[in-house]
C-alpha cells in the first residue's frame, strides 16, 4: 500500500509499506530501478499521491512487478542498500495521502441503513423506497478530511435541548462511522457517464475511512437538504492506500439485489469484496476494546454501481476524490459500525473492562479501524485509521 | 470586477471588467503601475483568481485605488498605451474565474423554502422547526462548477414514472435557480470558527450563480440525505467576480429574525445587500423574456450568518471555495427565482411570446440572469450567468 511520508525535516515523498518499514520510492526511482519503466521520479517526490495516480493503472501495474521482484531479494545491488531506502514507520510523520477535490458519502451499508430507519421512523418501513434502486449518495466536506492520527475536537453547534428548544454547545452524542473510501485514479470529462463494467478501471484504491459524527447536531439540522455540521467537522482518512488490484483475490458476489436494479446498474459480474473490519475503542485508562467486527461485503451495492450511478448525470470524478461506502454493518448487533446502531441511540450502553460505559465518544477515547482480506492462504492488510477525541 | 480571460492563444490571465472592455491586469503589472505596491505582476499571470484572492483585502483595496486612478485618465502614459492593455470583451475567451475546493449551497431564500416546503408537503408548516434557527445547507459538487455560457448538458437518471416505479431517462424537469456565490477569500484553520462580526473579512467578492437542478431525479433521491444527482451534472457561476467591497453601498438590515438567532448568529450591524436581480429566458425562436425579477435582501440569513454557521463547528474554508446563498424568490409571483416556483411545480405553464408554453426548461431554451445594486445615483453591476440546455 502506498502513502505520503517525510523524516528527519526532508520533505514528503512516496512510500510502499512493507511490514513495519516504508520503502522510500523517491530514492529507489533515483537509484535507477525504475528506469526501464521511463518514470520520472519526481513522480515519487511529491506531498500527495496525486501525480503518481495519474500514471495509471497499466504502469501502477509495472511499478508493482518491479518492486515485487526486487523486495524478493534476490537483487543484491538493491539488497546492499536496504539501510538507505527503508525507514523504519515508526520514525516517520505520516501526511494525508491524496488532495481530495470532491468527497461523496454513499449510504451503501444496508443494515446500517434499516437499523436508522428504525430508530428515526419507528412507525415506518426501515427502508426509504429508494434505498434498492440506487446507491443513495450526499456530498460531503472535502476540507476537513484528515490523515490517520490527527486529533478531533468535538464540535459545538446547535442540538434540541430537554425542552425541544435548540440549544447550543459541545456535541453530546459524538460517534464514528466505519467506511472504506475509494480513491478515484482516473477523471472522466463532465457529461460522459461511466458504464459500470468500466467503473472499476476508475478506482485507484481503498481506505479505511471514519466519517465521524455528531448524531444531536445531525439530528436537528439534517431535514429537509441531509447532513451538514454534523459531519463536515472532520472525516479520517488512513495515510495507507491499497490498490484496487491487490483486493482481487477477496472478489465475491455481494447481496442478491431486489428488485433487479436499472440496467445501468447490472454489472456483469461480482463486484463486491470480502474484507474483514474491526473497531477499537481505547480508553483513556488503557483499555483496547474491539467493540465490532464487519466485513464490507454486507455493502447493498458494489463499488462499481456506486461509480455508475454517481456519473450517470454526467457528474465528473478527478483523481484524488474520495467516495466512501457509508457505515457498514453487519446483520447482528456486535457487528454495527457505528455507536448509534452499537448503544441502540443511548439506550443500550457499551460497558467497558474499566466499568465505565458508553453510549457515545468521550473526551479521550481513542477509536482505530482495522481492515484485511484474506483468501486461500493469501492475507492483505488495509491501513489502520485512528482518531482520539479532544 | 475581475475574471480570468484569454485571446489569441495566449495563456489565461486576470482581468478587470470595464464597460466593455477588459483590462489585462498582466501588462498592467509588467508596466510597472503596481511596482509601488510590490505585487508581483505573476498573481496576474495566473488561470484562477485564487493567487490574487490570497493577496487579501487590504492590497485588492490598494489595487483598486490604482486603478481607479490610472481609469481616471490622468495619467498621461498610462492613456497611451491603452490600445495595448484594453481588449474588447467580445473577443475573449473567459474562464472559471476560481479553483473551487468546495462548495455549499445554503437555503436562505425564506420564500423560495416555503414555496417548496408548501408545494412537497401541503398538510404541514411550509418550514421544517430548524429553518428560523439556523442557515440551513448542503455541500454541493464542486468538480462540475462551469464558468458562464458553458453548455449545459440535460441530464439523465432515475425519477419516478406514470405508475410510481422508477424509471431511466433525461430528466423532464430541468430547473434554474436564481443564487448569489460568494467566493471565499481567506481561510480560516479546522477548528477555528469564524465569529459572526469577522465573517465578511473571509468573503472576496459575490456573483450570479445558477445551480441548476433536475426536479424529478432530486424528488426521488433526496430523502434522506439530501439532493446529489438532481444537482451535482453543471452549476454555473458568473465569469466575474465583483469584490464585495463594491457592494457597501447596498448595505441594508435584512428581514427581522424570530426567533431571535443562537449568540454566535447574532451581528452587530446591517449584514444584508440591496441587490436587484432578474432573470432572462431567451427561447430557440429568438424571444428575451424577463421571467423574475427579484432582490437579494429577500434572503433571511446574511453572508455573514452563513460563514459563522458554516465554521461554528470547526470547518475549514479556503480561498477559492464556493458557498451560495441557494435560490431568492420575492414573496410575489413574479419574483420567484425557479421555474418550479414559477410553474407552481408545472400547474401553471408560462405563456412565452412565441406561443409556447413553459413549466421547466425546453432543449434549446438559454437562461440568463442579471443582477445590479442601485442607490444614491452609484451603480454596481454584477457579472450575468448564462447557460444554455443542448
Not at 203 to 232: H, M, T
Request: aromatic share 10%.
Amino acid at each position: 500500500m502506498y502513502g505520503i511520508f517525510s523524516y528527519d525535516n526532508a520533505p514528503p515523498r512516496v512510500g510502499l509499506k512493507h511490514g513495519s518499514q516504508i520503502l522510500d520510492l523517491e530514492l529507489v526511482s533515483l537509484l535507477g530501478y525504475f528506469d526501464e519503466l521511463a518514470i520520472d521520479s519526481t513522480v515519487f517526490a511529491q506531498p500527495t499521491l496525486n501525480t503518481f495516480i495519474g500514471l495509471g493503472k497499466s504502469r501502477h501495474r509495472l511499478v508493482r512487478e518491479r518492486l515485487d521482484e526486487l523486495l524478493r531479494g534476490e537483487n543484491t545491488e538493491f539488497s546492499k542498500v536496504h539501510d538507505q531506502i527503508f525507514i523504519n514507520a515508526s520514525r516517520v510523520t505520516m501526511h494525508l495521502p491524496v488532495q481530495v477535490g470532491d468527497y461523496t458519502d454513499f449510504y451503501a451499508g444496508i443494515h446500517h441503513a434499516e437499523n436508522v430507519g428504525r430508530m428515526f421512523r419507528p412507525d415506518a418501513e426501515p427502508l426509504l423506497p429508494n434505498y434498492r434502486h440506487m446507491p443513495v449518495a450526499y456530498h460531503g466536506r472535502a476540507s476537513s478530511i484528515v490523515v490517520s492520527e490527527t486529533p478531533i475536537q468535538r464540535p459545538s453547534g446547535q442540538y434540541l435541548g430537554p425542552d425541544n428548544q435548540p440549544v447550543f454547545g459541545p456535541s453530546t452524542a459524538l460517534d464514528f462511522e466505519l467506511e472504506l473510501a475509494l480513491i478515484v485514479g482516473k477523471s472522466n470529462p463532465l457529461g460522459e457517464p461511466i458504464p459500470v463494467d468500466e467503473a472499476e478501471d476508475f478506482i485507484f484504491g481503498v481506505a479505511l475511512f471514519n466519517d465521524w459524527s455528531a448524531r444531536d447536531i445531525q439530528r436537528w439540522e439534517y431535514q429537509p437538504l441531509g447532513p451538514f455540521l454534523g459531519k463536515n467537522f472532520a472525516s479520517s482518512l488512513s495515510a495507507w492506500i491499497v490498490p484496487l488490484d491487490e483486493l482481487e483475490p477477496f472478489r465475491v458476489a455481494g447481496p442478491h439485489q431486489t428488485p433487479t436494479p436499472l440496467p445501468y446498474l447490472q454489472q456483469s459480474k461480482p463486484a463486491h469484496f470480502s474484507l474483514d473490519m474491526e473497531v477499537v475503542l481505547h480508553t483513556k485508562t488503557g483499555d483496547e476494546v474491539i467493540i465490532s467486527r464487519t466485513n464490507a461485503q454486507y455493502l447493498y451495492w458494489s463499488f462499481a454501481q456506486m461509480i455508475a450511478h454517481h456519473t450517470v448525470g454526467g457528474c465528473n470524478l478527478n483523481i484524488g476524490d474520495v467516495l466512501a461506502t457509508g457505515t457498514i454493518s453487519g446483520d447482528t448487533p456486535g457487528s454495527y459500525g457505528s455507536l448509534l446502531e452499537l448503544s441502540g441511540n443511548g439506550t443500550r450502553p457499551l460497558h467497558l473492562p474499566d466499568a465505565t460505559t458508553r453510549t457515545f465518544l468521550a473526551d479521550g477515547d481513542r477509536v482505530t479501524f482495522r481492515g484485511w482480506g484474506f483468501s486461500d492462504g493469501i492475507r492483505v492488510d488495509l491501513g489502520d485509521v485512528s482518531g482520539t477525541i479532544r
